[in-house]
């Protein structure tokens, strides 16, 4: 009997002990999941704030463009005015002086700037860079990455309006310029005396295609700067949605 209980004993203690092993095991067990758990998401943690330290650097970038954007279309908008007052002031001389040379030294001083245009190019290096690196989907806002994605494509200078620009100003020159040349003119610019037409006789008040030339370019200076107070809108409209990105 005696043998008995003490064998009882032995195989209770046994148990006990098996079973504060497994418990102990088990705890151990625990604490190495949760540590894992737990790196992993501080991992997380970091790659998601070097997601958003990225985000707000190439978003901090791109408000830097599109403020360099805003002043060159206000700049492109200032020489479109004072062409278009130059323009304006030919077609009031035509009315009063008629053809001759008053006329001719108006156009010719005019020529500063009546040849000249100015295009807006949009500043996006920081999108490109974006772009090249397949990074643009850092941008978390679905939204805000479809605005820039928009204004960006709009903006190209090699289509619709801008480019009419360029084109009308290429065009003006090309025609004009046979019709101004004078005996004057060529004794001014390369001091030679040639049996040509002289200033006086210069017939430009009536020409009708000298005429049609500066009207398209005045309107389409006129469309022009109606697309660009669009993007200028757009433009900080853009920086208004990444200010408030950057400050959430």
């Known amino acids: 009997m005696i043998k008995l209980f003490r064998s009882l004993r032995k195989d209770a203690s046994t148990q006990k002990n098996v079973h504060l092993y497994f418990l102990y095991a088990l705890g151990e067990v625990t604490l190495v999941v949760v540590g894992i758990l737990v790196a992993l998401q501080v991992d997380n943690w970091n790659n998601e704030l070097e997601k958003r330290e990225k985000e707000d650097e190439y978003l901090s970038e791109i408000k830097s463009n599109l403020q360099e954007d805003i002043e060159n279309i206000e700049s492109t908008i200032a020489f479109n005015i004072e062409k278009s ?7 009031r001389r035509m009315q009063v002086y008629g053809d001759g040379e008053r006329l001719v030294r108006e156009i010719e001083i005019a020529m500063d700037t009546l040849p000249n245009f100015k295009i807006f190019i949009s500043t996006r290096i920081a999108f490109d860079n ?5 990074s643009i989907d850092i941008i978390e806002d679905d939204s805000l990455k479809s605005l820039l994605s928009r204004y960006y494509i709009s903006a190209d200078p090699t289509k619709g309006t801008q480019e009419r620009v360029a084109m009308a100003s290429r065009s003006f020159v090309d025609y004009l ?6 005996r004057e003119f060529v004794q001014q610019l390369v001091g030679v005396d040639l049996p040509i037409r002289s200033t006086s006789e210069v017939k430009i008040a009536g ?4 005429i049609n030339n500066l009207f398209l370019m005045l309107q389409l200076m006129k469309n022009q700067d109606t697309d660009l107070v669009g993007y200028k809108k757009r433009a900080k409209e853009l920086i208004g949605n990444i200010d408030q990105k950057i400050d959430d």
């Not at 007052?85 to 077609?91: G, Y």
């Not at 974006?130 to 397949?134: E, F, G, K, Q």
């Open 85 to 91: 007052e130059t323009i304006i002031r030919i077609f």
């Open 130 to 134: 974006m772009l090249s690196s397949a």
């Open 177 to 182: 310029g046979p019709r101004l040349m004078s």
């Open 207 to 210: 020409d009708e295609t000298f």
